[in-house]
């Protein structure tokens, strides 16, 4: 069980407040990973400056990697945040298995993405070069190499959050992986 609770708006200082205030406006809630955040009076800005922060990979992209690292590092609440998110940006039920798992067999150019995130996560970014290679040959470039990077960081912060503090997932728990094989 948790030993973290998941501030409400009344506990966070005035900043937290207002980004709370957004967090609804936008989204119609506060993830409770995001409130979490707010235990600090400048990580959940810091984090969200981060996480928002301009890239070369698009939403679609971001979800490849966000989905392979999270399955990597076991985090059941960013797996299930971004199931949801993948669903909004088209991907089915079955591709995000397959993703989860660091592949897929339905797109050469986001197979190569995938299996990259999970092979850097894998090996704290002592990346397998015939893994890096083919991220090359499928398309991508050196700028995508390094937004790609430091989308793993920005995901792999969440997953240690979560796995810290253990807050409730408040989306869709995600399936395991457990029939797809990577």
Request: net charge negative; hydrophobic share 40%; aromatic share 8%.
């Amino acid at each position: 069980m948790s030993t973290f609770n998941v501030p409400r708006k009344e506990e966070v200082n005035s900043t937290n407040q207002a980004i709370f205030d957004s967090l609804e406006e936008a989204l119609g809630f506060v993830p409770n990973l995001y409130a979490t955040y707010a235990h600090s009076n400048n990580a959940l800005q810091n984090y969200l400056n981060f996480a928002n922060a301009k890239t070369s990979l698009k939403a679609k992209e971001k979800e490849v990697v966000n989905l392979a690292v999270s399955q990597v590092n076991n985090c059941i609440y960013c797996l299930s945040a971004h199931t949801a998110i993948g669903k909004m940006n088209g991907f089915t039920e079955d591709q995000i298995l397959e993703l989860r798992a660091g592949k897929a067999s339905f797109d050469n150019r986001l197979d190569a993405l995938a299996r990259l995130a999970r092979n850097i996560t894998e090996n704290r970014g002592a990346t397998d070069n015939d893994v890096l290679n083919n991220f090359f040959e499928a398309g991508w470039t050196k700028e995508n190499l390094i937004d790609t990077i430091v989308l793993v960081g920005d995901k792999t912060i969440s997953n240690y959050v979560h796995s810290t503090t253990k807050v409730p997932v408040d989306f869709p728990v995600a399936k395991p992986l457990e029939a797809v094989e990577a």
